[in-house]
Nanobody, 125 residues
């Protein structure tokens, strides 16, 4: 059973930065498409970023130029570096895995194989 565990969330002021990490227990991590989603209070969960097995990123327009997704296949870790944070970035952030071949585009929740438990990010104004 795959287990995804996020960390790195917290409270930050507008304009600040945070780095989220996600540890993936799957043996096939290096072949998985990795992704981040988020869910703000009262809103549906939305796609943030994805990274293919071979390192091709794709971002939602709302975070493009501010967020960077990366992975360390040797450590089974995926990261989300978040810079220039805005109050509208406040949400629970979820790490997710998807099948190989789904990188390079936005993902739907139905594309996801496994979810992490989420980590809260709060940006104060």
């Amino acid at each position: 059973q795959v287990q995804l565990v996020e960390s790195g969330g917290g409270l930050v002021q507008t304009g600040g930065s945070l780095r989220l990490s996600c540890a993936d227990s799957a043996r096939t991590f290096r072949l998985a498409t990795m992704a981040w989603f988020r869910q703000a209070p009262g809103k549906e969960r939305e796609f943030v970023a994805t990274l293919s097995w071979n390192g091709v990123p794709y971002y939602a327009d709302s975070v493009k130029g501010r967020f960077t997704i990366s992975r360390d296949n040797a450590k089974n870790l995926v990261y989300l570096q978040m810079n220039s944070l805005k109050p509208e970035d406040t949400a629970v952030y979820y790490c997710a895995t998807a099948p190989v071949g789904l990188g390079g585009r936005s993902l739907k929740e139905s594309d996801v194989n496994d979810w992490g438990q989420g980590t809260q990010v709060t940006v104060s104004s």
